[in-house]
């Protein structure tokens, strides 16, 4: 399973994104660095120093990095971690000064100006890292002990924490890092004061989500074939952009409707996908009993088709699903529910205004 999962990152491309994504982060930060690498501590704008002294660069530490050799690429500077190996003795002195005063040999002050320079190398490796790491989100050991609670693998709580706690890692590593972050890593003296500054960076997060939300909801129209994008100043196309952001998430499906996005309810939701698939599969004959017991024909073949479409591997992939449906999925659904791609086409025109650029079918698409 685990070999299938990173097969399917691979092909949808999230791996691909992933590595572009750190990439950008890791660039941006050291481009930073480099622009301002000519401005005293004191000067810096109070939030960077207030981040690089999260990292443990203060001023004797900045002023070293302030030498070291930048990289010029397209117009930009750039100064990187490997660059500070070739600061000269008389920038890292400053920040060994107490050591060298101890030094009885010239061959034990070179190595105590050796480790300065591996010690401040390691400080600017961590601020890279750990920005890019907040940039793009990635479970990690913390996150994942909070979803397992702490537990054993191999053992009944472990294994059950761990049955429960599926694709869970992502939200709380979202929750502590960069929720976390904007409520309590600002500057200030107590806890009340530092979200009080961070009160408009925790606003500018929520839009900055919304706005994602929205374009990844337009690209998806897109790729399905529907156009126009939906209207951002429809209260319901907001609501769903907040949500498809991660700005309300899981809340948010049950603050605005009795199931989450996936048509599950609470229940299924917290307690994992497997929960929820074996609940889909139990609600297909207790549905038709419910049809049988009022006295209509149950109609089993729509909540099989969309269970099975549900749960085939690789079937979801943006540049699979779009042809599948044109060939032979909308085909199914017209079988297993006569009408239905009209009434979605319907409904979708009166919801959000959007029409069809693709075929429903391919029966459609040869006429």
Same mark, same amino acid.
């Given at each position: 399973m685990s070999k299938l999962t990173e097969t399917f990152f691979k092909w949808n491309g999230l791996n691909w994104w992933t590595d572009v994504g750190r990439s950008v982060v890791g660039r941006t930060v050291a481009a930073e660095m480099g622009m301002r690498a000519d401005t005293a501590f004191k000067d810096l $704008?109070?939030?960077?120093?207030?981040?690089?002294?999260?990292?443990?660069?203060?001023?004797?530490?900045?002023e070293a990095l302030r030498q070291a050799t930048r990289r010029e690429a397209g117009g930009n500077a750039y100064i #990187?971690? %490997?660059?500070?190996? %070739?600061? $000269? %003795?008389?920038?890292?002195? $400053?920040?060994?000064?107490?050591?060298?005063?101890?030094?009885? #040999?010239?061959?034990?002050?070179?190595?105590?100006?050796d480790q300065g320079r591996r010690d401040l190398e390691l400080q600017a490796l961590r601020f890279v890292a750990d920005e890019t790491n907040y940039a793009i989100v990635e479970t990690d050991a913390a996150s994942r002990r909070i979803s397992t609670l702490g537990t054993r693998p191999g053992t009944f709580a472990g294994e059950a924490a761990r049955f429960v706690m599926q694709f869970k890692g992502f939200?709380?590593?979202?929750?502590?890092?960069?929720?976390?972050?904007?409520?309590?890593?600002?500057?200030?003296a107590s806890k009340y004061e530092r979200i009080m500054n961070n009160a408009p960076h925790l606003g500018a997060l929520i839009g900055g989500l919304t706005v994602a939300g929205y374009m990844a909801m337009t690209m998806k129209d897109l790729v399905k074939g529907n156009w126009p994008p939906r209207d951002p100043l429809d209260p319901k196309v907001l609501t769903a952009a907040l949500t498809q952001g991660g700005a309300l998430g899981i809340y948010g499906d049950f603050l605005f409707g009795q199931q989450n996005r996936f048509g599950s309810g609470a229940l299924e939701t917290f307690s994992g996908p497997f929960i929820g698939t074996m609940s889909d599969i139990i609600n297909v004959p207790l549905k038709a009993r419910s049809a049988l017991e009022e006295g209509k024909s149950p109609q089993m073949a729509g909540d099989i088709l969309n269970l099975a479409l549900n749960n085939t591997p690789f079937i979801n992939l943006a540049y699979v699903r779009p042809a599948l449906d044109v060939l032979f999925i909308n085909?199914?659904?017209?079988?297993?529910?006569?009408?239905?791609?009209?009434?979605?086409?319907r409904n979708r025109l009166k919801d959000y205004g959007q029409r069809p650029l693709l075929p429903a079918t391919l029966s459609e698409a040869l006429q």
């Amino acid at each position: 399973m685990s070999k299938l999962t990173e097969t399917f990152f691979k092909w949808n491309g999230l791996n691909w994104w992933t590595d572009v994504g750190r990439s950008v982060v890791g660039r941006t930060v050291a481009a930073e660095m480099g622009m301002r690498a000519d401005t005293a501590f004191k000067d810096l $704008p109070a939030n960077y120093s207030h981040v690089l002294g999260l990292h443990g660069i203060g001023e004797k530490q900045w002023e070293a990095l302030r030498q070291a050799t930048r990289r010029e690429a397209g117009g930009n500077a750039y100064i #990187t971690p %490997d660059a500070i190996r %070739d600061l $000269p %003795d008389a920038a890292v002195e $400053p920040l060994v000064g107490n050591r060298l005063a101890s030094a009885k #040999t010239p061959e034990r002050k070179a190595e105590i100006l050796d480790q300065g320079r591996r010690d401040l190398e390691l400080q600017a490796l961590r601020f890279v890292a750990d920005e890019t790491n907040y940039a793009i989100v990635e479970t990690d050991a913390a996150s994942r002990r909070i979803s397992t609670l702490g537990t054993r693998p191999g053992t009944f709580a472990g294994e059950a924490a761990r049955f429960v706690m599926q694709f869970k890692g992502f939200p709380i590593a979202f929750s502590q890092r960069i929720l976390g972050r904007a409520l309590f890593g600002g500057r200030g003296a107590s806890k009340y004061e530092r979200i009080m500054n961070n009160a408009p960076h925790l606003g500018a997060l929520i839009g900055g989500l919304t706005v994602a939300g929205y374009m990844a909801m337009t690209m998806k129209d897109l790729v399905k074939g529907n156009w126009p994008p939906r209207d951002p100043l429809d209260p319901k196309v907001l609501t769903a952009a907040l949500t498809q952001g991660g700005a309300l998430g899981i809340y948010g499906d049950f603050l605005f409707g009795q199931q989450n996005r996936f048509g599950s309810g609470a229940l299924e939701t917290f307690s994992g996908p497997f929960i929820g698939t074996m609940s889909d599969i139990i609600n297909v004959p207790l549905k038709a009993r419910s049809a049988l017991e009022e006295g209509k024909s149950p109609q089993m073949a729509g909540d099989i088709l969309n269970l099975a479409l549900n749960n085939t591997p690789f079937i979801n992939l943006a540049y699979v699903r779009p042809a599948l449906d044109v060939l032979f999925i909308n085909s199914l659904r017209n079988w297993a529910s006569p009408g239905y791609v009209n009434r979605q086409q319907r409904n979708r025109l009166k919801d959000y205004g959007q029409r069809p650029l693709l075929p429903a079918t391919l029966s459609e698409a040869l006429q």
